[in-house]
């Protein structure tokens, strides 16, 4: 009876054994497969296009100095009819124009200046061109010094009066570009795949950037440069 018992308990210690080991056999083989199944590689592609400006922003900022202010306005609508002329004349049209109402400072009215104040008022005005004929004001801001010889004083160096040129049609140019940047980021996978000795899968996860666009230099911002860049991570397998 003993030996039974014996040996009962030694077949079932065998079968546990045996179910561990088989258990822990595909308990390995499961986390092997998965951790195979589970690489990887995250790779960028880059895609980037020049294109010019379609729209453009010229503020034309003039000052007007006086001690009367009757005559300062005066001035100041005089100013403002020479340089309406010179658009005319250089075929900007009155619907890419808009006029500011001048900005008058009473230099006297400052009561906590003490300096002597040899002219007394001062007047700025800004015309702004908002034009689809990026061409033509570039043209135009060249001949601009004609009018300071009638003695309009121009203020072209402060920020209020800097040109801005404006690219507005990116979504003609996404689709391709997004498809450049993803066959880019494939072919970066590619290669990796390659010199691993590995297989490229199907696609885990992708992901799009921000389009971002900058003008090429400071002496050509009317020329943008537009950059998108796409992640895109791959399965891999051997």
Do not use: C, H
């Not at 100095?65 to 005089?78: A, G, H, Q, R």
């Amino acid at each position: 009876m003993e030996k039974l018992d014996t040996k009962s308990s030694f077949v079932l210690g065998f079968f546990i054994f045996l179910g561990l080991s088989i258990l822990g056999y595909l308990i390995s083989a499961s986390v092997i497969k998965y951790k195979e199944f589970d690489r990887t590689v995250i790779v960028k592609g880059l895609s980037e296009k020049e294109v010019e400006a379609d729209i453009v922003l010229w503020p034309i900022r003039f000052s007007v100095i006086d001690n009367s202010l009757d005559e300062l306005n005066k001035k100041v609508e005089n100013d403002t009819n020479e340089i309406l002329r010179f658009l005319e004349i250089n075929g900007i049209n009155k619907d890419e124009i808009t006029i500011n109402s001048p900005a008058i400072i009473d230099k006297m009215a400052n009561e906590y200046s003490n300096q002597e104040v040899q002219v007394r008022y001062l007047a700025n005005r800004t015309i702004n061109i908002y034009s689809s004929n990026v061409i033509k004001v570039r043209e135009i801001t060249g001949k601009l010094f004609e009018l300071s010889k009638k003695g309009i004083l121009f203020k072209i160096d402060d920020y209020d009066s800097k040109i801005e040129y404006i690219y507005t049609k990116l979504n003609d140019i996404k689709p391709s570009m997004i498809e450049e940047a993803t066959n880019n980021a494939r072919s970066v996978a590619l290669k990796f795949a390659e010199d691993s000795k590995s297989k490229l899968g199907k696609i885990k996860k992708a992901s799009q950037g921000q389009f971002v666009i900058t003008s090429r230099d400071k002496n050509t911002e009317y020329i943008k440069n537009v950059r998108i860049v796409s992640t895109v991570e791959y399965y891999l397998s051997d």
